[in-house]
């Protein structure tokens, strides 16, 4: 149950961090994540639009064998700040709907919005139907009725009931602002029930009242229609022109492969090929480049130009030797009887994992070329591919090559390594030891000295030997230490001299890492100064560090776990109460003139309502329109196009967060958020309070409040767990099938539907927020029952099974700190580490201390 990977932002977010893609190239991760969120959603509005676009697509596919902007359009501000719509409500989450005539239409329409939110859409269309048939509601009350029913019905996947209820509104509210948008609207139930040409009449409508908004997705759902009807010119038409009009790069290179996959399946190639040329002028990231290239290649050779097709992928095969379209270049080049390089071809080899391939290429190699002119790079991986099929004695022969023969090459180091590791993988330890050993004493000016000292320390500390293990870790930290591996080496030196009873000895060594580094690592090590000195009597000594450790990292948890020890607060100690309702007015207020003074911000009156150049930016003005229609997942790309544009702006990240807050895109807003914090390089607790719960908010608290209190479960831990495992995105899916906002697996959540009689219950039900909240907190609470209310353990449960965290328990011995310590698998250590650093946040805003 790890944190999910939605496509629109999330993705953006980590794909950058983790792998350095630039913004136009993170399309493959956000694409495959758009697919794993959208293809699942069973019954649902995202679903079908999407789904029933690509199967005609490809139903389509099988039978055949620069972006301009639109400025006029303007975001408008309210008067006031758009509250969390689904704060605070006295009304509780599952109410049955009285008679009409007792519930006034205002608040009956108000209870139905709410059902649309909490994924109630049964009852959500219930309740719009008894608005409108309530005869004291007045127009406006109806239309609002009318157009909710509408998307109520959308929802549920009930499209002729939504096409009814659209129908309806559009005939009796001609002059509604919202008529435009029920015709989109009607236009996407139609295209669930495979009614093509309604739908097209629709979308056209709408395009000719709206022009310049969303054209580029409009025009790309025409299009879909026009092929499912067999009209191939007029779908190539409306494709030119969603790639001529505007829309945020990443779905527009998406678009692009689409379209010419259209075109190729049209008998169209030259046209094709323009798409993905039209690609490559924009793109950057190698990969995605190889694989258009790869597409461009094939297009030329099953078009007839074979000679041209197989130069194009020539060109794969010597530019990206690391991708998998390299290698199978190669053997179209090869079954063509063309030339390759051998050294290339080896490495392309080698980096696809045809290993023997790459050896016999490798050996043709030397044998046609002089020794002088065989780079080390070679003999490395000759080595690499001997040892991965299980030649040992090879792969060190080849490495003794290096060494012997490259001493001042640049591999030459790894070449010392390799030749340990192969004694590793070979499960001789002490040989790999002595290697190791004799890179740190005979090469000890080279910079992989320092990680063959961090892996002798490793092996023993492995290896049931942590004395000689915090030998080799303290003599890596004097030699280098300013190395990361002195670092790590240092805290499992520390581990070590606690295994071996040495508290004192561990002191040191905490103590030590306490003055080298700095953030998270600098507050653990405090953290376990504070505790090893308690532990000896020391309070003083103790609290000092506990205070350093709090103020080291103060969004971490080893600074959340310091401050609950110097309250005298046990792990995850439930507040005395709980308060969802605030005085935003004069927090606003508070807030606004501590980001004046924060950021030397010179704007007289209110901060929070967009500025004039975020009113006129096309993306938000696009993303805004996709969400007023129910196309989330491509909303939420524009908007997350403009909050990575803006994140070093406190200003507008926090105009950002208000609006996206306001049209309930929450996940987005919580990330816009976060960069008002960062910004302002502050914790975020010391942050006022309006901020923080911007950052860490309450979101669908009504359900929370009333699902916890059945389930027995600590509200705020619930809203700490669903921050970590979607940020609030109720279609959060995960590579493993984890969905919704709990992200529970389909696995677990049949048994937990069997738990409680679920009716009807099918994955897709995860999507609802009330159902993922409703089967998250079951499967929370059975884990808090198993292990007796033990929150870290049960949250360990929860992501790595109630097996797992049991046998942890038991080695801790019931200490909190010392479970942390007992889990054997990083990503589980980290989701309860952060989780208890959001509960610690939650508690400080929401709590009654």
């Keep these: 149950m790890l944190g999910y990977l939605p496509m629109p932002l999330k993705t953006q977010h980590l794909a950058r961090k983790i792998t350095n893609l630039r913004r136009d190239d993170i399309y493959v991760v956000r694409l495959i994540s758009h697919w794993f969120s959208q293809h699942s959603i069973l019954r649902t509005q995202p679903f079908f639009r999407l789904v029933t676009r690509n199967l005609l697509l490809a139903t389509f596919l099988l039978s055949a064998c620069t972006l301009t902007e639109q400025q006029p359009a303007v975001i408008y501000v309210t008067a006031t700040p758009p509250p969390a719509t689904d704060g605070p409500s006295p009304i509780p989450p599952t109410p049955t709907i009285p008679p009409s005539p007792t519930v006034p239409p205002e608040v009956a329409i108000q209870l139905a919005n709410q059902y649309l939110t909490n994924g109630y859409y049964e009852k959500a269309v219930a309740a719009y139907q008894a608005v409108i048939a309530n005869a004291s509601a007045s127009p406006t009350v109806g239309a609002s009725a009318g157009y909710g029913l509408g998307r109520a019905a959308l929802k549920e996947g009930l499209f002729q009931d939504a096409v009814n209820a659209l129908t309806n509104f559009i005939t009796q509210f001609p002059n509604d602002p919202r008529n435009v948008q029920a015709y989109f609207l009607r236009g996407d139930a139609y295209l669930g029930l495979s009614q093509w040409q309604p739908a097209i009449d629709d979308f056209k409508y709408y395009l000719s009242q709206r022009p310049g908004m969303i054209d580029s997705y409009v025009d790309e759902r025409i299009a879909d229609a026009q092929l499912a009807l067999g009209q191939k010119d007029a779908a190539l038409a409306s494709y030119k022109a969603a790639t001529d009009t505007g829309r945020s790069l990443v779905p527009l290179l998406a678009l692009r492969e689409k379209v010419a996959q259209v075109l190729i399946a049209s008998a169209k190639p030259q046209d094709a090929l323009a798409q993905y040329e039209a690609i490559l002028a924009v793109a950057k990231n190698n990969p995605y480049r190889a694989n258009i290239e790869f597409h461009a290649a094939q297009t030329l050779i099953d078009g007839g130009a074979n000679e041209l097709g197989l130069d194009r992928m020539q060109k794969i095969f010597d530019t990206y030797p690391t991708t998998p379209e390299a290698y199978r270049a190669m053997k179209l080049l090869l079954a063509a009887k063309r030339d390759v390089d051998d050294y290339q071809r080896g490495q392309v080899s080698y980096n696809y994992g045809d290993y023997q391939d790459a050896i016999d290429s490798f050996t043709r190699f030397t044998t046609q070329n002089p020794l002088s002119s065989i780079p080390a790079n070679l003999h490395l991986l000759v080595g690499r591919a001997y040892r991965e099929i299980g030649n040992n004695s090879a792969a060190n022969v080849a490495f003794q090559i290096i060494v012997d023969s490259y001493k001042s090459d640049p591999l030459f180091g790894a070449a010392l390594l390799e030749q340990g590791r192969t004694k590793f993988l070979g499960n001789d330890i002490p040989g790999a030891i002595d290697t190791y050993f004799k890179i740190a004493d005979t090469y000890n000016y080279l910079p992989e000295a320092a990680e063959a000292l961090w892996r002798v320390g490793y092996l023993y500390g492995t290896n049931d030997n942590p004395g000689e293990s915090r030998k080799v870790f303290e003599r890596l930290a004097d ?3 300013n190395s990361e591996q002195a670092r790590s080496g240092l805290f499992l030196a520390a581990s070590a001299a606690s295994k071996m009873g040495d508290p004192v000895g561990a002191e040191r060594l905490y103590a030590r890492l306490a003055t080298t580094t700095t953030g998270d690592d600098q507050a653990a090590a405090y953290f376990w100064v ?22 080291a990292s103060p969004d971490s948890y080893f600074s959340a776990r310091a401050s609950d020890i110097l309250a005298g607060r046990d ?25 004046r003074q924060q950021f030397a911000i010179k704007q007289d009156g209110a901060l929070w309502p967009l500025s004039p150049k975020l009113q006129t930016d096309a993306r938000l003005i696009r993303g805004n329109e996709l969400w007023t229609v129910g196309a989330n997942a491509e909303a939420e790309v524009e908007f997350g196009d403009v909050i990575d544009d803006n994140e070093n702006d406190g200003l507008a990240s926090y105009q950002l967060a208000i609006f996206l807050r306001g049209i309930e895109a929450y996940y987005p807003s919580v990330l816009a958020s976060a960069n ?7 914790g975020t607790l010391e942050a006022p309070a309006y901020l923080a719960r911007l950052r860490y908010p309450a979101y669908y608290s009504s359900v929370i409040i009333d699902v916890s209190q059945r389930q027995k479960v600590d509200p705020l831990l619930l809203l700490s767990l669903i921050r970590h495992e979607s940020l609030f995105n109720t279609y959060a899916t995960a590579a493993a099938g984890e969905k919704g906002l709990t992200q529970v697996i389909p696995a677990t959540a049949q048994y937990i539907a069997e738990q409680l009689n679920w009716p009807n219950y099918q994955n897709s039900d995860l999507f609802r927020p009330y159902v993922g909240i409703e089967f998250g907190a079951f499967f929370l609470a059975e884990n808090l029952q198993r ?12 992501n790595a099974g109630p097996g797992r965290a049991m046998n942890w328990l038991d080695l801790s011995g019931g200490d909190p700190d010392q479970f942390m310590t007992a889990i054997t698998i990083d990503s589980t250590r980290t989701y309860v580490q952060r989780i208890y650093g959001f509960y610690s946040i939650y508690r400080s805003l929401y709590g009654k201390l």
């Design 479 to 481: 030699a280098y230490p």
């Design 530 to 551: 504070g505790k090893l000195a308690g532990s000896r009597g020391d309070q003083d000594t103790a609290k000092q560090a506990y205070q350093l450790a709090t103020a």
């Design 571 to 595: 792990s995850f100690a439930k507040p005395t109460g709980y308060t969802f309702q605030f005085d935003d007015a004069a927090q606003i207020t508070e807030a606004e003139n501590w980001m």
């Design 676 to 682: 008002v914090i960062r910004a302002a390089k502050v």
């Design 787 to 798: 292990f007796d209310g033990n929150v870290q353990a049960a949250l360990a449960g929860y």
